[in-house]
């Protein structure tokens, strides 16, 4: 086979690899995303009914404690403290500072702030949970233990949580006109001079869709702030009495832009205030896991079941420990490490919730590098598979090789450069301001991948005829080569991404068992996945780029220039 027949060959064998990579990548793609959306907890319980009976609770007023939640839907802790009425009662309680769970999205946060449990037991991952919470919440408990409740916020609450239960509720669906809070205030103070409740949740949703649509940097953003602050002054001030506690937070804040579900700490660091019967003056920080366990001490009413954290003695006013929410906890953990796979006697006489803690977590770990034992296999192959491919161009040609990698070094800088400079993202959920803006995302991202690769293979074709003294066009026997090197430098990008997502796949896998993977490398993988994926589309463009570089490039035309110079001054010259 003739030199210009097998680079031909070549070519044509780099652009179905350079298409099956692209294909394996747009499958392995929506498959990690749908472990993420799909994940089912095997620590959680699909089967559980509603748990708690509105008819239990009595129906005789009392002067008993009560308990109002108020979750102040994307108020980020910045802009809470501008707030002039919540200012003021941060210094009648404890004013902490929350960190909320991955990922820092609504009804994962709403589901961890109710239950104490975080999305990888609760199983609520996303905005796109649909079915009922499969694990227990303290609108369940307070309704088991006979507590009058009333739930004020938007429908979804009666579909997660089956709020619609309670003695008394109010639901609206979400609106991104309307300003909600007022309305919902208003009817709180109304249910509760009705109906006396011991145990109150009031959701309030317009800092976060303000948010949403103008950016938590925004003029408009802090105006409504400002209007929540007056309500919620309304409401404390219509209920504030020695027998209410009042227990103010934020499911998550926002970036600047308006985005959340990251890992940033305008995202995952929010206000958490505790003030009024029972609670003591403090300041410090807290996981959001633990104001489930803390409500509960506060409300007199069990930890629920499937909660991971812990009741707050700096908080509680009684100085006195909570041992029933160590032993609790210790339930969960028993369960916890057996489903693992672990053994109930690692946990030996650790009792208190900080011992059994360090258990659990030791569980995790063994549990984790266990998996990754098992995935080194999986890693090496991958690996070895895409320096098995740059071996071979190598081997083919060093000259296309040494070109394909200076383009590979350009299309990372160009498409990183659009990412994190041009577009200012981050590896993070909140690089998209809402969920419908999702599929918009993706797309600018494959389409940048396909440019960048294509610039990339621009760049090859120019460093490509560098590499000989006196460079040959793309014609005659050379036509081959310059075709081929399209589709070598493509492969060799997809060849480098292939080795970061065997770097992903081997720490925390492509399926979901038992936790979720560390969501900013998750979504660096993503977009590894759909770069790889796009850059299939520019490989089928990548000959064209490469003959059109090499036809008109300067070093060619020059040299082609000295070889008619030289032919035409040997056919003049005299035998």
């Known amino acids: 086979m003739t030199w210009r027949r097998l680079a031909v060959v070549a070519g044509v064998l780099a652009i179905a690899a350079c298409l099956a990579v692209a294909f394996a990548a747009y499958r392995l793609a929506g498959y990690s995303w749908d472990q993420v959306v799909e994940y089912e907890s095997p620590f959680a319980d699909y089967s559980r009914p509603w748990s708690g009976d509105p008819a239990a609770a009595s129906s005789e007023a009392t002067a008993g404690p009560r308990l109002v939640l108020i979750i102040i839907d994307g108020l980020t802790l910045e802009a809470s403290r501008s707030m002039a009425g919540l200012d003021t009662l941060r210094g009648y309680g404890a004013d902490m500072l929350a960190t909320t769970p991955q990922p820092s999205l609504s009804y994962p946060t709403w589901t961890t702030i109710l239950s104490g449990a975080p999305p990888q037991i609760s199983g609520v991952t996303t905005n796109w949970f649909e079915d009922k919470v499969p694990v227990e919440t303290l609108i369940d408990v307070a309704l088991a233990e006979g507590k009058r409740t009333v739930v004020v916020g938007p429908d979804s609450f009666d579909e997660l949580y089956g709020a619609g239960r309670a003695e008394a509720s109010y639901f609206k669906p ?31 949703p317009d800092a976060d869709e303000t948010a949403h649509q103008h950016g938590a940097a925004s003029e408009e953003y802090r105006n ?10 309304r409401l404390v001030t219509a209920m504030r009495d020695s027998r209410t506690t009042f227990v103010i937070t934020a499911d998550h804040g926002h970036i600047a832009a308006g985005g959340h579900g990251g890992w940033e700490n305008d995202v995952t660091q929010v206000p958490a205030l505790f003030f009024g019967n029972g609670v003591t003056l403090d300041v410090g920080d807290i996981e959001q896991v633990d104001i489930a366990p803390t409500t509960a001490a506060l ?29 609790q906890y210790r339930r969960f953990a028993e369960r916890y490490i057996d489903i693992l796979g672990g053994e109930k006697s690692q946990l030996g006489g650790a009792r208190t919730h900080a011992e059994v803690r360090a258990v659990v977590e030791r569980a995790s770990a063994d549990r984790l590098a266990e998996d990754r034992s098992a995935r080194v296999p999986l890693g090496l192959a991958l690996t070895g598979s895409a320096l098995l491919a740059l071996g071979i161009l190598g081997a083919l040609s060093w000259r296309v090789l040494v070109s394909a990698l200076a383009g590979t070094a350009v299309y990372y800088a160009v498409y990183n450069t659009m990412y994190f400079v041009v577009h200012g993202h981050r590896w993070s959920l909140s690089a998209f301001n809402s969920e419908d803006l999702v599929q918009a995302f993706f797309n600018t991202r494959m389409l940048e991948a396909a440019v960048s690769g294509l610039l990339a293979v621009s760049v090859a074709a120019a460093v490509y005829p560098l590499l000989r003294r006196r460079p040959y066009g793309p014609k005659g026997s050379f036509i081959g080569g310059w075709l081929s090197l399209g589709p ?53 463009l990548s000959p ?22 030289d032919d035409a001054s040997r056919a003049t010259s005299p035998e």
């Open 224 to 233: 409504v702030v400002a209007r929540i602050d007056t309500d919620i002054a």
């Open 299 to 327: 409300l007199g009413v069990r930890v629920p079941s499937f909660s991971v954290g812990q009741a707050l003695e700096n908080v509680l006013a009684d100085d006195e420990p909570v041992p029933a929410t160590d032993a």
């Open 544 to 565: 064209l780029v490469s003959y059109l570089v090499g036809r008109y490039h300067p070093r060619v035309r020059s040299a082609d220039a000295e070889r008619m110079a």
């Open 174 to 204: 979400w609106s991104e006109t309307e300003y909600m809070s007022a309305d919902f205030v208003t009817q709180t103070i109304d249910l509760v001079t009705k109906h006396d409740p011991e145990f109150l949740v009031l959701h309030l």
């Open 488 to 540: 070598a430098t493509i492969l060799a990008i997809q060849a480098t991404i292939a080795i970061q997502v065997a770097w992903f796949l081997w720490r925390w896998g492509a399926e979901i068992t038992w936790r979720l993977p560390d969501l900013g490398w998750g979504f660096k993988y993503d977009l590894d996945l759909i770069q790889g994926t796009a850059l299939g589309a520019a490989a089928l």
